[in-house]
């Protein structure tokens, strides 16, 4: 393991998560699901502070893709229109089969999603075999690809502590994880879950962030700043900004952490800093 710089320790990490695949764009017409859209928010949410940004496409019908050809197009419009480090979604939405997810890397991004283990999904089951997490993760050292390690339960935590020991460290030698909490099926959203999590996470981790579903985003968000963690918000995550308030752009959600980060007395880390923290790949 490669340690953290110390002028980084205290900095805070905002990654954007604005569109997901779940929420439809008839009932939210404001989730950005076109590239232009996409950069617009990418471009807005990285002047409030976001450093890193968790990307969901669309095709041109609003539908969940994971289209490898709009996936490049998409990598290189926010590369060219952003400094943010580009983390492709390898988990796409829970009906993409597991070889296409793997194509995902084929779209080079600085950084893929990579969740631990399989967990219930509300309603659907969002599948990661054992066998899916070693092939994407070595796929991902081969590739040069940082993993942000997704962890929706206290297995999956267990689970990353096996893949580094049976395959070693990703790309670059840091750990990033994020703990995904308050999915129904998955580790509520609370800071009791959240406590428990960080305090299972294996000693190669050297950063780790969390995001709360829905109603969770903000205890969640609270108890992550008051343990010196990591902050992911956006859209894919929640919808509203309180009680019958609804998110007009991610932007704002940014923003918000961006203050909370401030109260916490955290300066917010720049994407170059970011791409030095979890040791991105130079382009
Ligand atoms: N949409 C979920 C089924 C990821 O991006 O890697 C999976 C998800 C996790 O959002
Ligand atoms: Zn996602």
């Known amino acids: 393991m490669t340690a953290v ?83 492709l979604s390898t988990g796409g939405s829970v009906h993409d089969p597991l070889e296409r997810r793997l194509q995902v890397l084929d779209a080079a991004p600085d950084s893929c999603s990579l969740t631990m283990g399989t967990v219930n999904f509300g309603d659907d089951v969002f599948l990661n075999p054992w066998g899916f997490i070693k092939d994407l993760y070595q796929l991902s050292q081969e590739r040069q690809v940082v993993p942000e390690f997704e962890l929706f339960d206290l297995g999956h935590v267990h689970a990353l502590r096996r893949l580094l020991r049976e395959c070693g460290l990703p790309y670059g030698g840091r750990v990033h994880c994020d703990f995904v909490t308050g999915i129904p099926g998955g580790m509520p959203g609370t800071a009791d879950a959240l406590v428990a999590g960080v305090a299972a996470l294996p000693s190669e981790v050297t950063s780790w962030s969390a995001t709360g579903i829905g109603r969770s985003t903000l205890p969640v968000a609270l108890a992550a700043l008051s343990m010196g963690g990591h902050l992911r918000v956006g859209m894919e995550d929640v919808l509203t900004l309180a009680k019958g308030v609804p998110v007009d752009h991610n932007e ?32």
């Open 5 to 87: 710089p110390p002028d980084l320790a205290d900095k805070l990490l905002i990654t954007v998560a604005p569109t997901g695949a779940e929420t439809a764009k008839a009932d939210v017409p404001q989730l950005p699901t076109t590239l232009e859209e996409l950069v617009e928010t990418a471009q807005r949410c990285e002047a409030v502070g976001a450093a890193m940004i968790h990307v969901h496409i669309r095709d041109d019908n609003h539908q969940p893709t994971i289209d490898v050809g709009r996936l490049e197009e998409t990598v290189a419009a926010l590369r060219s229109e952003t400094t943010l480090v580009v983390q």
């Open 252 to 283: 704002q959600l940014v923003s918000r952490a961006a203050e909370l980060g401030r109260l916490a007395q955290r300066g917010l880390m720049t994407p170059a800093e970011a791409r030095g923290m979890l040791a991105v790949r130079p382009q």
